[in-house]
Each structure stands twice: as structure tokens, then as C-alpha cells.
């Protein structure tokens, strides 16, 4: 596949390329041999100071320090060039093409939220770099992937997908919450976006077909909606006894504060932030008995044998990770591994090497399907249901599924509710 020139980043601050030094002097491209002899360039393409997109640009940049202190890639160092998209499609389309055409990345990896994903897309099959993408969960690019190969086959996800949290939360809110637990009435809470959409209809399909449960109450809120108050009085009228919700780019530390100043129904889905030291920080005692799922590898969250250390390291280096963090991690070094079995980082050699991943990160095991989305399951990649239990950095607990529980559900203390065949808490 030929590598054209792509449009020139001008204008706006997001439109000069960062690159970030790894240690090395200043790089530019120089035709071909400059570059067999140099580092090898990787793109990082995030909405900057952003939630998913600090922890794409963090957790790519911790695997490039580590394999570089390790001697690179065939010998060679890697070098991050990153640019900011602001979860703009036009600037998300910008900036791959010019790390494509100018800068002749190896691979680009990141792009956050499913909109500017999108707009990409139409231009693999012109450019031909391969994205591995850290912060996009929308099952249509895996689809579009299947169906049209030749078009979309660079685009590798390297993630969940929503149908994955939907296999997840909908066996929680099922199996646990209503059959186990015995809540009936629930209200959804969910932030504009498609992969949360997604979420939002699959809850729905669930509540419906399931006897004994009913949806007492649904909102979709902007990404700019800062006031909860008037929703959570109404979810509090409705008579709903669990709240579902997901968000993204809002954190859920920003509702989650009036939910706890209201004492409403429990909560807990898929809320972005949780399980941090910033939701500690911003919510502590108040934020206890929410549930979350866990994407983010810790002592208290072992998705791999490797989620300790990586967790413990990576908050030395910048704080708390995101949820976007060691996907991020992980897909440098999935990057790593197909250049070393291409041996270089050509395109289209490197596309075919990435097919034939496979590698245990701190996420699990990775390996890719036909439409390139990693597997899922006992064995590979998995996602755990989690509880703020105790108002501690530290104090989530895995709660679900059962195989890998290892604490109970554990209600906030105000909480004057019933669990189970009324069953006090």
C-alpha cells in the first residue's frame, strides 16, 4: 500500500504535532535510509487533558520508556508522536494523516470517543497505517471491519467493546442485582454517546424480558451537563431502587456527588472515574456502595498476574490510570511484538504481524479475531465487577461474578433499604 502526503496540520494550537522525546535528540524524517538507521515512530492520537485521553497518552508512554530502557524494538528506540484530536472528527482525520503521510508512522494508537474514530476509518485504506485503538468501544468498527476488510482491516481495537460491558453489566444487573439481591425497579442514566446508547438498549431489553423487573425511570445527559440535582430528584420520586448509568467524557464523580448528597436509590454500572484516587479524593466516604466495572489492573482488580506491578508503577510515574491507561500499555507492546515479527515497521507487513497477536498484557491475553476485536472469555480477557466499599484509595472490591468475588455486596451505611427476601443488609 503507497503512503500519500496527507493534509498539512495548520493552525489552532492542536495543529502543531507534539513529539515527544524519549530520551533522544530531536528526529526528522530524512527518506528512507535516515529512517531504517533511526527510531521507529509511533502515532498517539488523544483528546489532551482529558480523562480517556491522559490515560492513552500516559500508558503508551510508560511501554515506550520500558521497552526503550530495554534496548527498543529490533534495535532500534521508539519515538511517540502525538497529537491532540479534542474528540474533533475533522482533527481526529487530520492528525492520522499527517502521522501517516508526513511523519510515516509505524502504527497510531489511541482515539477516544466513538465520533472521531469514525471519520478515520474512511481513510485506512488510503494510507494505510494500522490504529490500535485504546479509547473506542463502539461495536460498528468491528463490524465494519468484518464485512469490509479490504476498506477497514488496519483498524485493530484493542479494548473492550460495548457488547462486552453489555455482556458483563446485564449479567450483573440480572444474575445479581435482581435475582440475587432482589431489586425490581430500575431507573437508567446515561451519557450521549453511542457506545453508552448501546449500553442504554441492552439494560432495556434485559429489564423487559426478565420478570419481576421493571424501568422506572431513563435520561440521557449531555456531555456538557454539569446539574444533576432536578435527575436525581426525579430518580428518587420515580421509586426506582438502582440506578444503571454510564459515562465518558462527564466524570461520574460529578453526579455521583449529588447522588450521595440526595442519598438516592444504589448505584453503579459503568461511572468513568470511579475506582480512582481522584474519586476518592473528590467524593471519599460519600462515594461508598457504588459499583463499577473494572478495566483499570490493580492488586484489588487482578485481570492478569501482571495488574499488580503495572498499577504500582504506573502511580509512581503519573497518578491515578484511567480507564483507557493499560489498554494503551498494553497495545505498544502488542505494536512491539508485530514489528519484531515483520521485522520492521512497514504497514502492510506489520498489519498481517499484528493478525497473528498474541501476547499477555496487564489486560489478559490478547488475540485476534477476524474482526480484529481480542478475544474475550476464560483464558483471555476479562472484566470484573467492582464495589467502593470502604472510603480508601484502595477500598474497591470485586463483588461479581461470583468465581472471582471476593467480598459481598456491601450497601452505603445510610442506605435503609432491603437485599434479597427481605433480608436487612
Known amino acids: 500500500m503507497s503512503r500519500h502526503t496527507g493534509a498539512t496540520l495548520t493552525s489552532s494550537g492542536f495543529l502543531a504535532c507534539m513529539i515527544v522525546?524519549?530520551?533522544?535528540?530531536?528526529?526528522?524524517?530524512?527518506?528512507?535510509?535516515?529512517?531504517?538507521?533511526?527510531?521507529?515512530?509511533?502515532?498517539?492520537?488523544?483528546?489532551?487533558?482529558?480523562?480517556?485521553?491522559?490515560?492513552?497518552?500516559?500508558?503508551?508512554?510508560?511501554?515506550?520508556?520500558?521497552?526503550?530502557?530495554?534496548?527498543g524494538v529490533l534495535g532500534r528506540p521508539l519515538r511517540i508522536a502525538e497529537v491532540d484530536d479534542e474528540f474533533s472528527p475533522a482533527k481526529a482525520t487530520l492528525a492520522y494523516q499527517s502521522l501517516a503521510g508526513k511523519d510515516r508512522v509505524a502504527a497510531v494508537v489511541g482515539f477516544a470517543g466513538s465520533g472521531a474514530i469514525f471519520a478515520v476509518m474512511e481513510q485506512l485504506s488510503r494510507y494505510?497505517?494500522?490504529?490500535?485503538?485504546?479509547?473506542?468501544?463502539?461495536?460498528?468498527?468491528?463490524?465494519?471491519?468484518?464485512?469490509?476488510?479490504?476498506?477497514?482491516?488496519?483498524?485493530?481495537?484493542?479494548?473492550?467493546?460495548?457488547?462486552e460491558l453489555a455482556q458483563v453489566t446485564t449479567g450483573f444487573l440480572r444474575d445479581f442485582l435482581h435475582r440475587e439481591l432482589g431489586f425490581r425497579r430500575f431507573a437508567i442514566l446515561v451519557e450521549d454517546d453511542i457506545w453508552t446508547k448501546y449500553l442504554?438498549?441492552?439494560?432495556?431489553?434485559?429489564?423487559?424480558?426478565?420478570?419481576?423487573?421493571?424501568?422506572?425511570?431513563?435520561?440521557?445527559?449531555?456531555?456538557?451537563?454539569?446539574?444533576?440535582?432536578?435527575?436525581?430528584?426525579?430518580?428518587?420520586?420515580?421509586?426506582a431502587e438502582y440506578v444503571l448509568d454510564a459515562s465518558s467524557r462527564v466524570p461520574s464523580a460529578?453526579?455521583?456527588?449529588?447522588?450521595?448528597?440526595?442519598?438516592?436509590?444504589?448505584?453503579?454500572?459503568?461511572?468513568?472515574?470511579?475506582?480512582?484516587?481522584?474519586?476518592?479524593?473528590?467524593?471519599?466516604?460519600?462515594?461508598?456502595?457504588?459499583?463499577?466495572?473494572?478495566?483499570?489492573?490493580?492488586?484489588?482488580?487482578?485481570?492478569?498476574?501482571?495488574?499488580?506491578?503495572?498499577?504500582?508503577?504506573?502511580?509512581?510515574?503519573?497518578?491515578?490510570?484511567?480507564?483507557?491507561?493499560?489498554?494503551?500499555y498494553d497495545a505498544v507492546y502488542i505494536l512491539k511484538q508485530a514489528i519484531e515479527r515483520a521485522g520492521g515497521g512497514e504497514p502492510a507487513q506489520l498489519s498481517a504481524a499484528l493478525e497473528k497477536t498474541d501476547w499477555s498484557g496487564v489486560m489478559g491475553r490478547y488475540q485476534f479475531g477476524a474482526d480484529h476485536q481480542p478475544r474475550f472469555g476464560p483464558g483471555y480477557r476479562a472484566i470484573?465487577?467492582?464495589?467502593?466499599?470502604?472510603?480508601?484509595?484502595?477500598?474497591?472490591?470485586?463483588?461479581?461474578?461470583?468465581?472471582?468475588?471476593?467480598?459481598?455486596?456491601?450497601?452505603?451505611?445510610?442506605?435503609?433499604?432491603?437485599?434479597?427476601?427481605?433480608?436487612k443488609p
Open 21 to 71: 522525546l524519549t530520551g533522544l535528540s530531536s528526529y526528522s524524517c530524512r527518506g528512507p535510509e535516515a529512517a531504517a538507521r533511526g527510531p521507529i515512530p509511533i502515532g498517539v492520537v488523544a483528546p489532551f487533558f482529558t480523562t480517556p485521553g491522559e490515560g492513552i497518552r500516559r500508558g503508551a508512554a510508560m511501554a515506550v520508556a520500558e521497552i526503550n530502557a530495554g534496548g
Open 384 to 423: 470484573n465487577m467492582l464495589q467502593y466499599q470502604e472510603a480508601d484509595p484502595e477500598g474497591y472490591r470485586v463483588i461479581w461474578p461470583r468465581e472471582r468475588a471476593v467480598a459481598p455486596y456491601k450497601p452505603p451505611a445510610w442506605w435503609k433499604g432491603t437485599i434479597g427476601a427481605g433480608r
Open 128 to 163: 494505510g497505517v494500522p490504529v490500535l485503538g485504546t479509547g473506542v468501544a463502539a461495536d460498528r468498527l468491528t463490524e465494519m471491519v468484518r464485512q469490509d476488510p479490504g476498506r477497514y482491516s488496519r483498524f485493530f481495537r484493542v479494548m473492550h467493546r460495548s457488547s
Open 200 to 239: 442504554r438498549d441492552e439494560w432495556k431489553k434485559t429489564i423487559a424480558a426478565e420478570p419481576g423487573m421493571s424501568l422506572v425511570f431513563e435520561d440521557t445527559f449531555s456531555p456538557q451537563t454539569t446539574d444533576f440535582s432536578a435527575t436525581f430528584r426525579q430518580i428518587a420520586g420515580s421509586g
Open 254 to 328: 460529578l453526579y455521583l456527588k449529588r447522588w450521595a448528597e440526595l442519598q438516592g436509590p444504589l448505584i453503579g454500572a459503568v461511572p468513568t472515574g470511579a475506582g480512582t484516587r481522584k474519586y476518592y479524593e473528590e467524593l471519599g466516604a460519600a462515594g461508598t456502595g457504588v459499583s463499577t466495572v473494572g478495566v483499570i489492573p490493580a492488586a484489588n482488580n487482578p485481570l492478569s498476574d501482571k495488574a499488580a506491578a503495572w498499577h504500582s508503577g504506573y502511580v509512581k510515574r503519573y497518578g491515578d490510570p484511567e480507564y483507557t491507561s493499560a489498554y494503551s
